[in-house]
Every structure is written in C-alpha cells, then in structure tokens.
C-alpha cells in the first residue's frame, strides 16, 4: 500500500485525539486546494499546448525553391523505363506468372513491351532481368480503354491476402534457390523486404492508397542517415492503416507543399524519389536517382489536367461560375483568364473531413521524426515535413475525372460531394468493367444497407468517413447543378 498524506497525519490515530482530528481536517482542506491550484496550472498548460496545435484561421503556405529547368521528355522516359526501383522478380517468372500485357499504353519497346504500364524491366548488377514497380501503379489510370497518366489510381486493390501473397513468393524463393541461383541472387533483397513489409499493406476496402503505410513501414525498416536496411523495425509502427485517395500529378505545379496537409514542405524531387527506399543498398544510389529529379519534375509540371469529353451547357457553366467565384474561389483558387491559386491550409473545426490522416502524425511522431533527421533533408536541396492539423484545399483542374473525392476516396461523384444528404454510407462499384459517369461526374455506384466484402466502401471505418465539406449544402438544387456544369470546365 502507498501512503499518499504527509507522515505527520499517521503518527497518531486521529480519532484518540480530537485536536489532531481537527488539524488533520483543516490540512487535509489546504492540501485539496492545493491539489485544485495545481491540477489547473497542469490542466492549462496542457491546454495551451492542445491550443498551439490547433489553427484557428487559414494559413497560406509559402512557396520553397524547387529544381526547376529539367528536361521534361527525359522525365518520362526515365518514369517509364528507369531504375528508381533497384530490385524485381525474374522477368521470365514475372511473365511466367503474370502473362504477358498486349496493350503497351506507353509504346516501350524490348522487354518492356510485354509489361503492364504498372512494370518496368530493369538490368540486375549481375546481368539479369528483372521487373520492378514503378511510379504508375498509383499514377496512372486507365479509363475508357485511354491511360491517363498523372491521374491517381482509384482501381488499385491493397485487399488481397498479403499471407498468401507471401507464401507464394516463399514458394518463388525456394524454386529460385534450387533451379536458378544466379537469378535468385538478383532479386535476394526485393524478395526479402517484400517478405517483410507485404503482410502489412492490406487496406479494409478496395480502391484506396496504402502509400503512407508503405512509408512508415520503409523508414521503420531504414537507417535514417545510411538507408541501410534493418531487419527489425526500430521505429513502433500502428496497427491502423491511414486510407489515401491518389491525387492527380497535374495538381502539383499549383502547390507549394506536397500531400493532403501540406506537411511535404522544401525540395519536391526528394518527395517524388521516395518509391526508391525501397529497394535502395545504400544514399549513393539514392543521389543517382536524385540526380533525376529536376527532369521528373518538369515532366510533372508539364501535364495538363484532361478536357472534359462531353458537351458543356456554356449557359449554365455561367451561372456555375459566379457561384464558384462568390463561394469557393477563396480556398479553391480562380480558373480561366484569371488563373489564381492561395495555396490555404484549412483546419479540422472548418474542413471537418476524416482527422485520421492529419492527427497520426501528433500520434505517431516518430515518422517525421524519422524524416526530418534523414539523409532527406541534407544538402543543397532539402526536404522536410511540418504537421499541420488539418488540410489543404487542392486546386480543382480536371476535378471531373478525379473521384472519388475527399483525401480518402469516400464521396463516389460530384452530386454526393455537394450535397451531403446524399452520401452514401455504404457502397460499390464496378472494378472488373468500370463505369464513369460523366453527366454528374463520378463513379456510377450502388448503394448497400450494410457493409460487407472488400468491394464495398465502409463509411463507419475509422480513416475511411465521408463526413465534412459541407460547403455545398447551403446551395439549391439548381444551384449545384450550375456549379458542376462549370467544374466540368477547369
């Protein structure tokens, strides 16, 4: 038993004497007091400090120097046959596999000819082939039989069973080493680290992103200065799976920071090459992939957001406009002849979107911790990151093709978006044949009583909610239709 009261108060049994009873009494009163003055102070200060964390107000982001002059052709061609990513499988167990893909979008030739968009062929140390994945599988879309590259992959499946996945490339492995040991020892370390971080990249629906657990699960596995890989992750990693909806690459010349809340802040090509810790031996490779950067950039700044495909009603478009420029323009930016963009950072009690995104970074520190001392933020052009409670209003070019909406993909089309009452709190849509609807720009989707299988969004999910954003409600019917026949426009 602990004795929390001074040793004075226990000498004595109180009730042998009534003078120390009264004493006992009159003490115990100021030490309660006491305790009160105290929980205040403590109570306040933590208070304070919430408060620090909590914006109050829009806050503008200012611009930071990036690489600029590149070589946007070069960018491309080194997006799309580059070895950013070190380590693959086999090219002839890959296609073995995998089959190969007849529809080449991107015109490669030699052995990348007969991959997906998704895979790029690269050279082994050793002489072999392998193929990797590249930036695509999260920046590329295929719709309507068109790849539209920089658009964010909506139709991306983090739901399969990883453990089986892992158990088929131990299989792999063990083939490898017996029948094919020069190519086992090519694709060793894509193998080992894909062993350990796969089992953890499951997301609960499909059709979102698991970039930022794919991040957190690379830095906890690499030495922050070196990159070198531990195979024991020194940094505590969260059970929860933080969902992300890709945002289009032709965004990115507007903004002055990266990702949903704005924390990428400095040198954008340090962002951009960060797919390479995945397989990276050590930082020297990490400056040769640096080192391409500048032109990766310029091929990003280079894209324009795609024209809407079906007729404009220019006469509602009209109406549209006026109402975006009287409601939405102060976060959203201005389009047209008046090109304009604020670059606004809006906090939780205004945007009331999902937290989940934004808070894991007060929650789990140790990750921008981990960035923020790393290889990075060195040198002439640094990196960091700055947590913000809250989120960034994006520009909206070509906001048509880009639903889902929200940062977690959890508002199918443009209606719903714009008026809450009719979000859906459970629903699918068609990932096999995939249907866009271009009237109300969206994903043409089917609402459910309940959840159910991976196909089926769950609103209740935490990390996956469809709330905030409620702008739009105040508006009519008409109204919104108005609006959405101008978005269809930028």
């Known amino acids: 038993m602990i004795n929390i009261l001074p040793r004075r108060f226990i000498s004595q049994p109180a009730f042998l004497n009534p003078e120390k009873l009264l004493t006992l009494r009159i003490e115990s009163l100021r030490m309660k007091k006491w305790l009160v003055v105290i929980f205040i102070v403590i109570s ?66 030699g052995k990348n000819e007969k991959l997906s968009h998704e895979y790029t062929a690269i050279n082994a140390g050793n002489g072999e082939v392998l193929v990797a994945p590249n930036c695509l599988q999260c920046h590329a879309q295929v719709m ?163 024209k809407f495909p079906g007729p404009i009603d220019e006469a509602l478009a009209a109406e549209g406009k006026v109402l975006f420029d009287g409601n939405c323009s102060k976060c959203h930016g201005t389009y047209g002849d008046s090109i304009s963009y604020p670059n606004l950072l809006v906090p ?6 999902d937290s989940l995104l934004f808070t894991s970074n007060y929650s789990n520190p140790q990750f921008v911790e981990w960035f923020n001392n790393s290889w990075f933020t060195k040198g002439d052009h640094p990196a960091k990151l700055e947590p913000y409670a809250g989120y960034i209003a994006p520009p909206l070019d070509g906001i048509w093709i880009t639903a889902p909406y929200l940062h977690n993909g959890s ?50 999910l935490p990390g996956y909610s469809n709330k905030g954003h409620y702008f739009g409600d105040k508006l009519t019917d008409k109204e919104r239709k108005a609006l959405i026949g101008y978005l269809k426009t930028l």
């Open 44 to 109: 306040g200060a933590a208070f304070t400090r919430v408060l620090d964390l909590i914006p109050f107000e829009l806050v503008h982001i200012p611009p930071s120097p990036q690489r600029l002059g590149g070589d946007s052709a070069k960018g491309y061609q080194y997006l799309t046959t580059g070895d950013y990513v070190k380590g693959g499988i086999p090219f002839s167990v890959f296609v073995m596999g995998m089959g190969k893909d007849s529809r080449n979008y991107l015109h490669r030739e």
């Open 144 to 306: 309507d039989d068109q790849l539209y590259m920089g658009l964010g992959n909506s139709l991306i499946d983090f739901t399969q069973n990883e453990k089986l996945n892992i158990r088929n490339l131990k299989k792999v492995e063990a083939w490898l080493k017996l029948t094919a040991p020069k190519k086992y020892e090519a694709s060793r370390s894509f193998i080992e680290i894909t062993k350990a971080i796969g089992p953890y990249l499951s997301t609960e629906v499909r059709g979102v992103n698991a970039a930022d657990r794919l991040a957190a699960l690379l830095a906890a596995h690499r030495d922050p200065v070196t990159f070198k890989w531990i195979d024991t992750p020194a940094l505590e990693i969260p059970q929860q799976l933080i969902p992300t909806d890709v945002p289009a690459w032709w965004l990115l010349k507007k903004k002055n920071a990266m990702f949903y809340n704005g924390f990428g802040r400095g040198d954008f090509g340090k962002f951009l090459m960060a797919s390479n810790l995945l397989t990276v031996n050590d930082t020297s490779e990490s400056r040769e992939v640096d080192s391409h950067m500048p032109d990766v950039l310029a091929y990003i700044y280079s894209l324009q957001a795609p």
């Open 348 to 353: 939780q009690h205004i945007i009331k979107t």
């Open 411 to 460: 508002v199918p089309d443009l209606e719903s978006l714009l008026n809450s009452k009719l979000r859906p709190q459970y629903w699918s849509r068609d990932f096999d044949q995939p249907q866009y609807n271009h009237n109300n720009p969206g994903w043409a989707y089917k609402r459910h009583d309940k959840p159910g299988k991976k196909n089926i969004y769950n609103t209740d």
